[in-house]
């Protein structure tokens, strides 16, 4: 192995560029070249690479976003582009590409792998932290973070007004983040994609709650949440083109016409991707770079490096992409204990 190249795909996430210094790093130790290639597989298909050296990627441990760029492309890719890859990866004489990315792009990791178009070691990255096979992708706890911030902001003015806030948070398939940062934020309503919204129940909750005398409420509910009885509005996932920001107003409209109470809504969106890592993420971004050499090193193509019990390891890349993972169950239970809901109940 001489020629290792690196792409980063898919939505964007803090904690790309740690990986990126890290691949450089532990490559030019063992004696490998490394190719950043543009924009995600976007890169492999136009022939948009360029080699990278410490220089490149000194002093991007900190900084958000992909220095290489990215782009949303989905599986299956067309019989062109594949065509494409193949000849530019010849062409290019790398021998094997680290792939850093969520689910898309380690879907058209493994078919390209699979395929024999080209040898390829996956690295996961999730906001959402939607991926199987690893206990944690990184970039989730940089959101987690920011989204706690903004529900800590949020519950001042909710507050003062005496009105209910819907905060949208990230989160198509999977309520990781409006679980983890609605528990930290100390929500009153966590609503997340894996059970359907029961919107008769919510108001009665917030009725009852300012009934008690609490005259604002707080309301943490993922993009991709549903409410029951409400035909589903505009998605489109096919694509790989998502809208944020319908979720929320939707559920805010909702609230206001059935109570009367005065709710705004805030979507946090973008901001939850942007900026600075964590620690956290830096170290897991970091450790998962590391690991990822160490794998095309050993030839072992169609892995993806992993989190379990706090070691670095390694999956098929199939494992991963095979279905998603949903909310911690416990971690739910535990979020009910402070639920407007639960004390509706009591
Ligand atoms: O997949 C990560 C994610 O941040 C989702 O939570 C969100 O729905 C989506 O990306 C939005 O992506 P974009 O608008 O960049 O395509």
């Known amino acids: 192995m001489k020629k290792i190249g690196i792409l980063t795909g898919g939505a ?70 594949i065509k494409k890859i193949s000849e530019n990866y010849k062409r290019s004489g790398i021998d094997a590409v680290i792939a850093v990315g969520g689910e898309d792009t380690l879907k058209i990791a493994l078919d390209l792998h699979e395929m024999d178009v080209i040898r390829v070691v996956g690295v996961p ?7 199987s096979g690893t206990d944690y ?3 989730f706890d940089t959101a987690v973070n920011v989204a706690t911030e903004c529900i800590d902001r949020l519950h001042t003015t909710a507050e003062s007004h005496h009105r209910i806030i819907v905060i949208e948070v990230m989160g198509r398939y999977t309520g990781w ?15 997340v ?30 993009e991709g949440a549903r409410v029951a009885g409400y035909t589903d509005f505009d998605r489109d996932d096919t694509s790989g083109k998502h809208r944020v920001g319908k979720m929320g107003e939707f559920l805010a409209n909702l609230i206001e016409d059935k109570t009367g109470y005065e709710t705004r809504v805030s979507v946090l969106g973008y901001i939850q991707r942007g900026g600075i890592p964590t620690a956290y ?24 490096v992993s989190l379990h019990d706090n070691k670095i390891r390694s999956v098929d890349i199939k494992e991963a992409v095979k279905q998603r993972k949903s909310i911690d169950l416990d971690l739910y ?14």
Do not use: Y
């Open 177 to 191: 983040i409006a679980l983890e940062a609605g528990i930290a934020g100390g929500a009153d309503i966590i609503l």
């Open 125 to 131: 990255k999730s906001i959402d932290n939607a991926l």
């Open 12 to 81: 964007d996430c803090p904690g790309l560029n740690s990986v990126i210094r890290a691949v450089v790093r532990k490559a030019m130790q063992e004696g490998c070249v490394v190719t950043g290639i543009k924009n995600g597989w976007m890169g492999l298909i136009e022939n948009d690479m360029r080699i990278l050296d410490l220089r490149l990627t000194s002093g991007i441990l900190d900084r958000g976003g992909t220095i290489l760029g990215t782009s949303r492309m989905v599986s299956p890719l067309k019989a062109d582009q």
């Open 333 to 346: 239970e535990i979020s009910k204990v402070f639920s407007a809901v639960t004390e509706n109940n009591l």
């Open 281 to 304: 993420d830096r170290i897991i971004g970091t450790r998962f770079g590391v690991k990822a050499v160490e794998l095309v090193k050993e030839s072992k193509f169609g892995k993806m």
């Open 137 to 139: 992708a990184f970039g």
């Open 193 to 222: 994609p894996e059970f359907p919204i029961n919107i008769d129940e919510i108001c009665d909750s917030l009725r009852l709650r300012h009934g008690r005398g609490k005259s604002f409420s707080i309301i943490v509910v993922s």
